[in-house]
Antibody, heavy 113, light 108 residues
Framework: EVQLVESGGGLVQPGGSLRLSCRDSTFSFSTYWMHWVRQAPGKGLEWVANIRQDGGETYYADSVRGRFTISRDNAKNSLYLEMTSLTADDTAVYYC??????WGQGTTVTVAS | QTVVTQEPSLTVSPGGTVTLTCASSAGAVTSSYYTNWFQQKPAQPPRALIHSTFNKHSWTPARFSGSLLGGRAALTLSGVQPEDEADYYCLVYYGGWVFGGGTKLTVL
C-alpha cells in the first residue's frame, strides 16, 4: 500500500524553478514531522529539509538553504518543496519521508540545458 | 559540517553475521543522536530498519539489530539471507540530519 506519492519532477534549465509535491494517503499526516531527501544518480542519500507538524519550524541543509522552501498543507495532506536557482548539482531523485519510517517512491529532477 | 562515515563495502556469506558501523567526525555517536538505519535495493526507495539507535520497526526482520559499539552506531545482521544484499545507510541527528555515505553489502 503506497502511502506517500511524490510528483512535480521533470527537466528544468539551470537557474530555473520547480515545485515538488508529496501527497499522504493516510489520515495522520498532520501529526508527523516530514522530510525531503534526495539522491543524485549513483550517489548516496542527502537530507534536504524538514518541517514540523504545524509548519511552524523548518530546517534546511546548507546546500539548499536560501534556494529551497519546504511547506505543508495539512488540510490537503500534502508536503511541498519549492526549488529555485537550480543547478546541475540539484539533479536527483527526491523522496519525501514521514518521520523516517515511511518513504515515497521518489520523483526525478533533472537540471540541464 | 559533521561528516558521517560508513564502511564503503562489506562481504558476508549466507548464514553469517556482519556488523556495519557509523562514525562521526564530531566524536562518539551516542543514543542522543537518534541514529536511524535504512536498507536500499536498486531502483527502490530506502526502507527503514532501525530508529533511535536500537528500536526496530514492526516490519524489521528479527535478524537486524541496532547498537552502539566503541563510539559508533552499529547495525548487525545475524543469519544473513541472500535478500539482504543491498546498500545500507545510517542517519544521525546533529542539529540537522546527516546521512552516512552508505555501505554496499554483498552476500556471497
Amino acid at each position: 500500500e503506497v502511502q506517500l506519492v511524490e510528483s512535480g519532477g521533470g527537466l528544468v534549465q539551470p537557474g530555473g524553478s520547480l515545485r515538488l509535491s508529496c501527497r499522504d494517503s493516510t489520515f495522520s499526516f498532520s501529526t508527523y514531522w516530514m522530510h525531503w531527501v534526495r539522491q543524485a544518480p549513483g550517489k548516496g542519500l542527502e537530507w534536504v529539509a524538514n518541517i514540523r507538524q504545524d509548519g511552524g519550524e523548518t530546517y534546511y541543509a546548507d546546500s539548499v538553504r536560501g534556494r529551497f522552501t519546504i511547506s505543508r498543507d495539512n488540510a490537503k495532506n500534502s508536503l511541498y518543496l519549492e526549488m529555485t536557482s537550480l543547478t546541475a548539482d540539484d539533479t536527483a531523485v527526491y523522496y519525501c519521508a514521514r518521520e523516517w519510517s515511511v518513504w515515497g517512491q521518489g520523483t526525478t529532477v533533472t537540471v540541464a540545458s | 559540517q559533521t561528516v558521517v562515515t560508513q564502511e564503503p563495502s562489506l562481504t558476508v556469506s549466507p548464514g553469517g553475521t556482519v556488523t556495519l558501523t557509523c562514525a562521526s567526525s564530531a566524536g562518539a555517536v551516542t543514543s542522543s543522536y537518534y541514529t536511524n538505519w535504512f536498507q536500499q535495493k536498486p531502483a527502490q526507495p530506502p526502507r527503514a530498519l532501525i530508529h533511535s539507535t536500537f528500536n526496530k520497526h514492526s516490519w524489521t526482520p528479527a535478524r537486524f539489530s541496532g547498537s552502539l559499539l566503541g563510539g559508533r552506531a552499529a547495525l548487525t545482521l545475524s543469519g544473513v539471507q541472500p535478500e539482504d544484499e543491498a546498500d545500507y545507510y545510517c542517519l544521525v541527528y546533529y542539529g540537522g540530519w546527516v546521512f552516512g555515505g552508505g555501505t554496499k553489502l554483498t552476500v556471497l
